[in-house]
């Protein structure tokens, strides 16, 4: 069974640094990109960012450039997302998710993990 | 960068009703345009891709239409497990804007 399965909730202050985690099981995790979607509580979609871990490109939104940062250790199958400093407004929900072959859209989702910034 | 707008925000029906719900991008898109079902606490579902290709598994019941700038979906007769929130999102290789949702509520 395809599945991601993403580390737990977590709650941190302003200024702190954070990497949750996704890890992949039941298909070869270099061959297809990974990304990563916030959800701000009573929100929208929003689509952060992908890597393929295979070579570990990257591509980011334009509004997460420069905020985050995706990696993938292809090692262990396991793709995260890193803030070097967190802010209140990086409190949301996130969630990564498979692309399917080629250029595709996200067919298989993690199941998501909270993250909350409160001093 | 190219915006998706879906209309309705909101939209009450019953069960039974045919629903559709509409998704417009700024600029042609081809058919690169997914729909994705959200349940409460839950995560995305993917439901159409390539604007009218049926994910497998996803019931006959959703289907998927347009190209270009204008892309509907539909539920051909609305069922009780299908009241969510729905998104249409672009696609290409390096991006992936999703509209901004549309509830579907009870009636």
């Known amino acids: 069974e395809v599945q991601l399965v993403q580390s737990g909730a977590e709650v941190k202050k302003p200024g702190e640094s954070l990497k949750i985690s996704c890890e992949a099981s039941g298909y070869s995790f270099t061959s297809y990109w990974i990304g990563w979607v916030r959800q701000m509580p009573g929100k929208g979609l929003e689509w952060m960012g992908i890597i393929y871990p295979g070579d570990s490109e990257t591509r980011y939104g334009p509004s997460f450039e420069g905020q985050v940062t995706i990696l993938a250790d292809k090692a262990i199958n396991t793709a995260y997302l890193q803030w070097s400093s967190l802010k209140a407004s990086d409190s949301a929900m996130y969630y990564c998710?498979?692309?399917?072959?080629?250029?595709?859209?996200?067919?298989?989702w993690g199941q998501g993990t909270t993250v909350t910034v409160s001093s | 960068d190219i915006q998706m707008t879906q209309s309705p925000s909101t939209l009450s029906a019953s069960v039974g009703d045919r629903v559709t719900i509409t998704c417009r991008a700024s600029?042609?898109?081809?058919?690169?345009l997914a729909w994705f079902q959200q349940k409460a606490g839950k995560a995305p579902k993917l439901l159409i891709y390539?604007?009218?290709s049926l994910e497998s598994g996803v019931p006959s019941r959703f289907s998927g239409s347009g190209s270009g700038t204008e892309f509907t979906l539909t539920i051909s007769s609305l069922q009780p497990d299908d009241f969510a929130t729905y998104y249409c999102?672009?696609?290409?290789?390096?991006?992936?804007?999703f509209g901004q949702g549309t509830k579907v509520e009870i009636k």
């Open positions: 600029q042609s898109i081809s058919n690169w």
């Open positions: 999102q672009r696609y290409n290789s390096y991006s992936g804007t």
């Open positions: 998710a498979r692309r399917s072959s080629g250029s595709g859209p996200f067919d298989v």
């Open positions: 390539q604007a009218s």
